[in-house]
């Protein structure tokens, strides 16, 4: 299939793999490419180096293009962007912010840049900035989540603006895939779906809490500080609530939040980890590469041909 | 008078009360968001025929009057 995404970055299938932070790095994200796909590479809230290294181990495993996304409320935000320019990486993509001011130099670079945008007005303004395509992600996405669904947000965007637009949250199989290219998408970007992936790095636990979530495992935390995120329920989940209830200050909330990633991925604690995942965890039940899934992903889509 | 449209673009696109908006406003009181300023900068660069740099930390109303200002007189 050639639409105007796989004309963009030069990729089989319009499927992206979206950046969770721990989570993808540079194995995951090659793996994806390899299988067709757009791999990225998680900025998070690394340092520069750590991507460098993560840059430099997918460019061994891999000749495809891949991305990086680049966290706009990460302290090492510059030092990434300093990274990816020198490495040179295929496209980025940005979230949590307003990346306007970087575009012409990642564009210099020739880095295409396809910022996830939550609202109308944003996909508008990163259009007119010159934005190559923009990820159009509702709120049923994993981790850091914005104001509107999918379902709401991506028509409109589509209608907005001219570029290609990518539909992300809450997807998971060929009919999730559909939707979103009747919505308009050109191309889709999935997370969840694939952390139970074999070339993923989360901890087993990790996985087998996605594979066997049932539909309303997933939660959404911190509402109240401004930046709601969701996530798998467990202890620490209830411990946030609780505090929340209880009037707990920003502090305090943060105070529990801090280091559960790296407890989640890496560790696997049950009880400690922030298991971050989309609203779609209990559609996940596939284990499996990068390969596999993307096959099952696509093969029986009326949008995307699988060959 | 550049406050009193700004104002009003305020009162259009949020649904805010002409009473709720001085010059003193910031926008966090207000409630406006990212996302609303977003949106807001988009149709204050239509009304006043101007473009508004990304580096523009726009915390208040008076940071947006003035800013407006001075553009328009570039």
Request: with cysteine; aromatic share 6%; charged share 25%.
């Amino acid at each position: 299939m050639e639409n105007r995404i796989c004309q963009l970055l030069g990729i089989k299938y319009p499927v992206f793999q979206g950046a969770m932070a721990w989570v993808s790095d540079g194995k995951l994200a090659a793996a994806v490419s390899e299988a067709g796909g757009l791999g990225i590479i998680a900025g998070g809230n690394a340092e520069g180096e750590i991507i460098r290294k993560e840059i430099q181990e997918a460019k061994k495993l891999t000749e495809k293009p891949f991305g990086v996304n680049i966290m706009l409320l990460s302290p090492h935000k510059e030092e990434v962007i300093k990274v990816v320019l020198e490495e040179k990486v295929a496209c980025v993509t940005t979230g949590a912010g307003n990346p306007g001011k970087y575009i012409e130099a990642f564009h210099e670079a020739g880095i295409k840049v396809i910022p996830v945008v939550p609202s109308v007005a944003l996909a508008k303004k990163m259009e007119r900035l010159g934005a190559d395509a923009v990820i159009a992600e509702g709120n049923e996405a994993g981790g850091h989540i914005g104001k509107l669904s999918t379902m709401v947000l991506l028509p409109q965007v589509s209608d907005a603006v001219s570029i290609p637009v990518i539909g992300a949250g809450g997807i998971a199989d060929h009919r999730g895939v559909d939707a979103a290219f009747t919505l308009g998408a050109e191309g889709v970007q999935l997370g969840t779906y694939f952390i139970p992936a074999e070339e993923c790095r989360a901890h087993e636990n990790y996985k087998n809490l996605v594979l066997e979530a049932s539909d309303i495992d997933v939660t959404v935390t911190g509402r109240f500080t401004g930046h709601p995120v969701q996530v798998l329920r467990n202890k620490l989940t209830r411990k946030l609530d609780a505090l929340e209830k209880s009037g707990g200050s920003m502090e305090e909330f943060e105070a529990l939040g801090r280091g559960s990633l790296y407890q989640s991925v890496i560790l696997g604690d049950l009880e400690k980890g922030s298991f971050m995942s989309g609203q779609i965890a209990g559609l996940v039940t596939r284990k499996g590469t990068c390969s596999e899934l993307i096959e099952a992903l696509l093969t029986d889509s009326r949008y995307i041909s699988y060959k | 008078m550049i406050f009193e449209k700004v104002k009003a673009v305020l009162v259009e696109e949020l649904t805010l009360g002409e009473d709720e908006i001085t010059m003193e406003s910031n926008f966090e009181e207000l409630g406006i968001d990212s996302l609303d300023l977003v949106e807001l900068v988009m149709k204050l660069e239509e009304e006043f025929d101007i473009t508004i740099e990304e580096s523009e930390e726009l915390k208040t109303i008076k940071d947006v009057v003035e800013y407006i200002s001075s553009a328009k007189e570039a």
